[in-house]
């Protein structure tokens, strides 16, 4: 690898913000939106050109190795923004607020999420919930911090919600999914985050809102849409939910390449000579003399 640092190249020196994701609901631009927690796959995210990158808690399953987003700390997250903030610039940087960092108290859901921008580089926050999360969303934004909400199968209420299911299948389940989207646009966030609701209603949904939508499972009439990184990298082989498309089969893709420099070793093919560093006979000569 090499040593020297090189400044991140990217197609578009603009910065995406908060407005332009209203702008492109208003042009009726789909936004693009994927999951990092580090340095290299942000830069080559923000090089590919997309609008916004979550810094998802997903981090607790497809990275730390925990079966829920639960056990993820305020420190795991600050620790992989601060990763992403120094690879990408352009797009709109989004921290995932975790478990336990938001549902105590709006004043200590208003401090962790300040903790976001001025500690982590981040531009907004997210945070999971409807009606019981409006204090602390006024708060937040009322410190000028923006906010992505996000409804539908909240991962962090697993349990309550009885595992990772599909939500608002029945019409009262819709009705009350309409009503706290509104009421979280009414609070003051900037877009939602709809997860795993049938197509037809994050259409609706996304229709009667002013903010954009971004749709995980929730189909194409959503505003954008956002996805796992390491599930749309075949990367994460413990389940791939029915809604991922596969975009790479990083997961086959890396056992064979690990497969190769395990039997290269083995063989002495590497390192060959190309990789080895030299030294002059001369200074050879005086190093066995
Ligand atoms: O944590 C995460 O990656 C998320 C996305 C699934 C939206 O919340």
Redesign the pocket.
Known sequence: MSTTPTAPKSPRCKKITTYTFQEKKKKHEPISML?AYDYSSAQIMEQAGVDSI?V????GMVVLGYET?LPVTMNDMLHHCKAVARGAKSPLLIG?MPFMSYQTSPQEALRNAGRFLQEAGMDAV?L?GGRARLDAIRLIVSAGIPVMG?LGLT?QSVHQLGGFRAQGKLATAGQHLLEEAQLLQNAGCFSI?L?AIPAKLATYISKELEIPT?G?GAGAGCDGQ?L?THDMLGLFDRFTPLFVKKYAELHGDLTQAFKEYIKDVENRDFPAEEHCIEMTNEEWDKFIS
């Open positions: 999951t979550l998802g808690d997903s981090l987003t995932d997210k999971e996000h991962p985050v997860e971004i995980i956002v796992v």
